[in-house]
């Protein structure tokens, strides 16, 4: 594994005398110069190793998109549907790779190159501010609280309606998950570490319950519903728990079908958190500068309160002298950082959005008006009743808490991460563009950090206590696609201009990242459509 301690190094070969170029607005500090290290060599004996940000985004993908949402679309109308997931996961593959472009290159996260664009950072921070609006909203934490409260409760679900004694419980449970949501960013170190020690376990016990239950307790037929849907392109609802393919209607009756528009923002939202979704794809660039991936060794990391002394973060990013030879390194670390994102991250997202949903598939009945803890509760219900009687009633009963418990896995350790995404995109961003803190010793990042960590719990615990799990996921995902879009288009344009010519990507990547986030934005317009009452 590679150190990220800050370093000095000397410039790379034949580079004596290079001076960092300072593109963009002026109120952002001139990069230092170092060199460019090789990229480690993928081996079947290193590959845990090299496992990156994508472990840790991967762990977090998995989360209320994939067990809420999923769940949600798949009882109503199958896997016909499943397709949207795969435009939106694709999508942010190459979102993922495009904002790593960047630190490879300056050791800087894309949110920190994002402000160094004109018209400058002022601009940015007030656009940013409401782009980012919906990730600082603790739905994951609410809705987690649910399945904890169901297994408490003796496997009943909770009814904070019509029942005070559940609305209480559900609200101390919020609150105790958000904190302890929180501890993984406070000690250990390098708060990297934490989160990728929290994640691996997540993905190794929710993707193996589910494997388990799929192999054993789903039909061949529920798999190829599931997974073949992830390739229906053009299906859309259109009444009832029907679908329609928008191509075969051309191409047979040489019209369009009647699109049913009244499922149109839960489409939206379903499309919005598969993956990651919003700004939350963002830290996979911080992250791969913690790694010490690229130019990101010589940056160095943010240190966690307790644990994190030895750790710093430099206030300003490194570049390399284009050359032959680092050019060549480059394009290794470049595909370093793909093999992270596609053999880790995107298998990890259409595995943990396909495994819940085809249990809901299976064990619900087609056209099952449900959403939220609805769905999944029913579909816990419905392992129960399968498992108990194939293998007996108490392994029907165990079954059910598994899944419950599963299904508070999936919530609360991604939590961690959402909010450690949302702290550490201005951290950052601050770190390098206020000239007050740049004056800190780089070892007071951890400090910085803490103080807006409290902030944030201060403000989480508030919105816990105002708002209910599903408008507090409404409001998230209703802003999370104008969010990825923006951020698509304006990754885009921080890579050709701020990095050297040799650097920039080419016009395959420019051409799919400008589709990108043209998806990501129609979705967004055709959603407020949606709420508004135009369609």
Same mark, same amino acid.
């Given at each position: 594994m590679t150190d990220t301690t800050p370093e000095n190094s000397s410039p790379d070969s034949g580079s004596r005398g290079f001076r960092a170029p300072h593109p963009g607005s002026r109120e952002m500090p001139r990069w230092q110069t170092g060199k460019l290290v090789e990229a480690p060599v993928f081996t079947t004996r290193n590959w845990f190793q090299l496992l990156g940000p994508g472990l840790i985004l991967g762990g977090g993908a998995i989360g209320g998109g994939e067990w809420l949402m999923g769940p949600a679309v798949t009882a109503k109308y199958g896997g016909a549907l499943m397709w949207l997931a795969t435009l939106s996961i694709m999508s942010q593959v190459l979102? =993922?790779?495009?904002?790593?472009?960047?630190?490879?290159?300056?050791?800087?996260?894309?949110? *920190? %190159?994002?402000?160094? *664009?004109?018209?400058?950072?002022?601009?940015?921070?007030?656009?940013?501010?409401?782009?980012?609006?919906?990730?600082?909203?603790?739905?994951?934490?609410?809705?987690?609280?649910?399945?904890?409260?169901? +297994?408490?409760?003796?496997?009943?679900?909770?009814?904070?309606?019509?029942?005070?004694?559940?609305?209480?419980?559900?609200?101390?449970? %919020?609150?105790?998950?958000?904190?302890?949501?929180?501890?993984?960013?406070?000690?250990? @170190?390098?708060?990297? =570490?934490?989160?990728?020690?929290?994640?691996?376990?997540?993905?190794?016990?929710?993707?193996?319950?589910?494997?388990?239950?799929?192999?054993?307790?789903?039909?061949?037929?529920?798999? $190829?519903?599931i997974f073949s849907g992830f390739l229906k392109f053009g299906s859309v609802p259109v009444g009832g728990n029907e679908t329609e393919n928008i191509f075969v209607s051309l191409m047979d009756k040489g019209t369009l079908p009647e699109i049913d528009f009244s499922t149109i923002a839960l489409l939206a939202a379903f499309a919005a958190i598969a993956g990651s979704g919003g700004l939350s794809n963002a830290p996979i660039? =911080?992250?791969?500068?913690?790694? $010490?991936? $690229?130019? $990101?060794?010589? +940056?160095?990391?943010?240190?966690?309160?307790?644990?994190?002394? =030895?750790?710093?973060?430099?206030?300003? %990013?490194?570049?390399?002298? +284009?050359?032959? @030879?680092?050019?060549?390194?480059? !394009?290794?670390?470049? !595909?370093?950082?793909?093999?992270?994102?596609?053999?880790?991250?995107?298998?990890?997202?259409?595995? @943990?959005?396909?495994?819940?949903?085809?249990?809901?598939?299976?064990?619900?009945?087609?056209?099952?008006?449900?959403?939220?803890?609805?769905?999944?509760?029913?579909?816990?219900?419905?392992?129960?009743?399968?498992? %108990?009687?194939?293998? @007996?009633?108490d392994a029907g009963v165990l079954f059910w808490y598994l899944t419950m418990f599963c299904g508070f896995l999936v919530l609360a350790p991604t939590m961690a991460t959402s909010a450690d995404g949302v702290i550490r995109r201005w951290v950052d961003v601050f770190w390098t563009s206020s000239a007050r803190l740049r004056k800190l010793d780089p070892s007071r990042i951890r400090i910085v950090y803490f103080k807006v960590l409290a902030g944030y719990a201060v403000f989480g615990l508030v919105m816990l206590s105002l708002a209910p799990p599903l408008e507090l996921l409404k409001i998230a995902t209703n802003i999370f696609n104008y969010a990825l879009g923006v951020s698509c288009f304006h990754t885009l344009a921080v890579n050709v201009t701020l990095l050297p010519p040799e650097l920039r990507p080419g016009w395959p990547m420019r051409i799919g990242m400008f589709l990108a986030g043209s998806f990501f934005t129609l979705l967004a317009i055709v959603t407020t459509l949606s709420l508004v009452g135009y369609l």
């Open positions: 979102y =993922n790779i495009e904002i790593s472009r960047y630190t490879l290159y300056t050791g800087e996260p894309i949110f *920190t %190159g994002k402000f160094r *664009t004109l018209p400058g950072p002022r601009f940015w921070l007030i656009a940013y501010i409401f782009l980012d609006f919906g990730a600082v909203f603790p739905y994951l934490a609410a809705n987690a609280a649910t399945p904890l409260a169901a +297994v408490l409760l003796g496997g009943v679900l909770p009814d904070p309606l019509n029942n005070d004694a559940h609305w209480w419980l559900l609200r101390i449970l %919020g609150y105790l998950i958000f904190l302890a949501a929180l501890i993984p960013l406070l000690i250990g @170190g390098k708060i990297y =570490n934490s989160l990728r020690a929290v994640m691996t376990f997540k993905i190794v016990v929710v993707l193996g319950f589910l494997t388990i239950l799929g192999i054993f307790h789903s039909s061949l037929s529920t798999w $190829g519903e660039s =911080n992250y791969t500068r913690d790694q $010490g991936w $690229g130019m $990101g060794r010589h +940056v160095g990391a943010i240190p966690s309160v307790i644990g994190g002394h =030895n750790l710093s973060l430099s206030h300003v %990013g490194m570049v390399f002298q +284009v050359t032959r @030879g680092s050019l060549g390194r480059f !394009r290794r670390w470049y !595909r370093h950082v793909a093999r992270d994102q596609l053999a880790v991250w995107m298998p990890a997202c259409f595995l @943990g959005l396909a495994l819940p949903s085809m249990l809901s598939v299976q064990f619900l009945p087609r056209g099952t008006e449900a959403s939220s803890w609805v769905a999944a509760g029913m579909t816990a219900a419905g392992v129960r009743d399968h498992v %108990g009687a194939a293998w @007996g009633l």
